[in-house]
């Protein structure tokens, strides 16, 4: 049985959490495929919340195994901590696993993602410094750490020896501050690790295609947005990793042909943290208000988000490379109270219409936005409208807000979420692993 994929279609931040967490309800396993604690979700469970980082979203819910792939990278100290709160809160990390070649995040690592951004000045790319952006540099340098190393005592002391005379080298070179570690300190941290860890590492890769073969349910959960894409995004404003469809394959360890749906999870209006280039944000106290409307500050850093109408040139330039098979509408409840609701359909460059989202930043920086403008539902009270109809109780603008995107992406919503509660999401296409059928 092929696995679903659970993809960003923005800049992050689009409600994954909420969305992976109402599919694996009948999932059996849920893999995190990239990214590292630098990404947050929120999960709220009745009066329970659970702020996740480092952790997949599937691991709150019971008898399910949750994955930590190869294509993540992990920060041990911090992940043991979020171990321990969710535990705190109610919740049990017991289906964790961790993959053996994930890479591991160093102190290191985070001192070099501040220097790095200090160094670029008035072009920070506006990283968590979290370390990320290192950590995922030394795996392509093939200098990293991985969590399989934990158990190879002296091969982990070789590369401790090695690693940490060239990372306290180049912390000095960068002003990043100094490494009080010595060879013997980060060894004795690391074996930490393994003692508090090592049970819950283990070869993901043939654990994630086992349980294919046995025909278990696995859902793939991404940890930004394809416009973080390392490739496809708006570098070098991105993230360090690939979030498209792709690198679920790369991430995971699984082939192409384990993914059977491409679930394009889409935020009703457009935000993005840090720097980079937003078309259609909204200036001033419209935009400010905006984003009260919608909480939208980070889980991670509890930045502001910059908002900006809904961007469907974003949305193509996704759909296209993550190959979305279904929409998942989030927040679409946070537009109560707009009379008319604008949608960025194309841009205009230098008098030109660009209907394909470009690589150019020089180009995205001249871009205007091309609107059409819908007419909204005014102040819908929501209250009740899953349990009394789903679909049919939607303002009929609400309802011609989701059938444009839908024709303009010639891709079905086949969610549409009006809350961050379990309870709050209208599934119109029902049984999600078998052949589509929609109410």
């Given at each position: 049985?092929?696995?679903?994929?659970?993809i960003?279609?923005?800049?992050?931040?689009?409600?994954?959490?909420k969305?992976?967490?109402?599919?694996d309800?009948?999932?059996?396993?849920?893999?995190?495929?990239?990214?590292?604690?630098?990404?947050g979700h929120t999960?709220?469970?009745?009066?329970?919340?659970?702020?996740?980082?480092?952790?997949?979203?599937?691991?709150?819910?019971?008898?399910?195994?949750?994955?930590?792939g190869?294509?993540a990278?992990?920060?041990?100290?911090?992940?043991?901590?979020?171990?321990?709160?969710?535990?705190?809160?109610?919740?049990?990390?017991?289906?964790l696993?961790?993959?053996?070649?994930?890479?591991?995040?160093?102190?290191?690592?985070?001192?070099?993602?501040?220097?790095?951004?200090?160094?670029?000045?008035?072009?920070?790319?506006?990283?968590?410094?979290?370390?990320?952006?290192?950590?995922?540099?030394?795996?392509?340098?093939?200098?990293?750490?991985r969590?399989?190393?934990?158990?190879?005592?002296?091969?982990l002391?070789?590369?401790?020896?090695?690693?940490?005379r060239?990372?306290?080298?180049?912390?000095?070179?960068?002003?990043?501050?100094?490494?009080?570690?010595t060879?013997?300190?980060?060894?004795?941290?690391?074996?930490?690790?393994?003692?508090?860890?090592?049970?819950?590492?283990?070869?993901?890769?043939?654990?994630?295609?086992?349980?294919?073969?046995e025909?278990?349910?696995?859902?793939?959960?991404g940890?930004?947005?394809?416009?973080?894409?390392?490739?496809?995004?708006?570098?070098?404003y991105?993230?360090?990793?690939?979030?498209?469809?792709?690198?679920?394959?790369t991430?995971?360890g699984?082939?192409?042909?384990?993914?059977?749906?491409?679930?394009?999870?889409?935020?009703?209006?457009?935000?993005?943290?840090?720097?980079?280039?937003?078309?259609?944000?909204i200036?001033g106290?419209?935009?400010?208000?905006?984003?009260?409307?919608?909480?939208?500050?980070?889980?991670?850093?509890?930045?502001?988000r910059?908002?900006?109408?809904?961007?469907?040139?974003?949305?193509?330039?996704?759909?296209?490379?993550c190959?979305f098979?279904?929409?998942?509408?989030?927040?679409?409840?946070?537009?109560?109270g707009?009379?008319?609701?604008?949608?960025c359909?194309?841009?205009?460059?230098d008098?030109?219409?660009?209907?394909?989202?470009?690589?150019s930043?020089?180009?995205?920086?001249?871009?205007?936005?091309?609107?059409?403008?819908?007419?909204?539902?005014?102040g819908?009270?929501?209250?009740?409208?899953?349990?009394?109809?789903?679909w049919?109780?939607l303002?009929?603008?609400?309802?011609?807000?989701?059938?444009?995107?839908?024709?303009?992406?010639?891709?079905?919503?086949?969610?549409?979420?009006?809350?961050p509660?379990?309870?709050?999401?209208?599934?119109?296409r029902?049984?999600?692993?078998?052949p589509?059928?929609?109410?």
């Open positions: 049985m092929p696995g679903i994929a659970v960003g279609a923005q800049w992050g931040d689009e409600g994954k959490g969305i992976t967490d109402y599919l309800e009948t999932a059996d396993v849920i893999v995190r495929f990239q990214g590292g604690n630098n990404a999960i709220i469970v009745g009066d329970r919340v659970f702020k996740l980082h480092g952790l997949p979203s599937g691991v709150v819910r019971p008898g399910k195994l949750a994955v930590i190869n294509g990278v992990v920060n041990a100290d911090e992940l043991i901590e979020e171990m321990e709160a969710v535990a705190a809160a109610g919740g049990s990390v017991e289906g696993r961790i993959s053996d070649r994930a890479h591991l995040i160093m102190g290191y690592h985070k001192k070099l993602d501040g220097a790095e951004e200090r160094y670029r000045g008035k072009k920070a790319v506006g990283t968590t410094g979290k370390g990320i952006g290192p950590a995922y540099q030394d795996k392509a340098a093939r200098s990293g750490f969590a399989g190393d934990l158990f190879e005592g002296g091969l002391r070789e590369k401790i020896d090695f690693s940490l060239y990372k306290k080298d180049l912390l000095e070179m960068c002003g990043a501050g100094e490494c009080a570690c060879p013997g300190s980060l060894y004795e941290k690391m074996e930490g690790w393994r003692e508090r860890l090592g049970r819950y590492v283990c070869d993901a890769s043939v654990l994630v295609n086992d349980a294919l073969d025909g278990r349910k696995v859902l793939f959960e940890a930004q947005g394809a416009m973080l894409d390392l490739d496809h995004g708006t570098y070098p991105v993230t360090s990793s690939s979030t498209c469809t792709g690198g679920v394959c991430g995971a699984v082939a192409p042909n384990r993914i059977g749906e491409v679930v394009g999870c889409l935020k009703a209006y457009t935000t993005r943290v840090g720097e980079g280039p937003l078309v259609t944000e200036p106290e419209a935009g400010a208000e905006l984003q009260r409307k919608g909480g939208e500050f980070g889980v991670t850093t509890g930045r502001g910059r908002c900006g109408w809904l961007d469907l040139v974003v949305a193509e330039h996704s759909s296209r490379l190959g098979t279904s929409l998942a509408i989030t927040k679409i409840d946070v537009l109560n707009y009379d008319e609701i604008p949608v359909v194309a841009y205009e460059i008098g030109e219409r660009v209907d394909r989202f470009p690589s930043l020089s180009r995205l920086e001249r871009a205007k936005p091309v609107y059409e403008v819908l007419k909204g539902w005014g819908w009270d929501d209250a009740g409208a899953v349990s009394s109809g789903g049919d109780a303002p009929r603008e609400m309802r011609d807000y989701v059938s444009f995107i839908e024709e303009r992406m010639g891709v079905p919503a086949d969610i549409v979420s009006i809350g509660e379990r309870d709050e999401t209208i599934d119109r029902g049984d999600w692993w078998s589509r059928v929609r109410a």
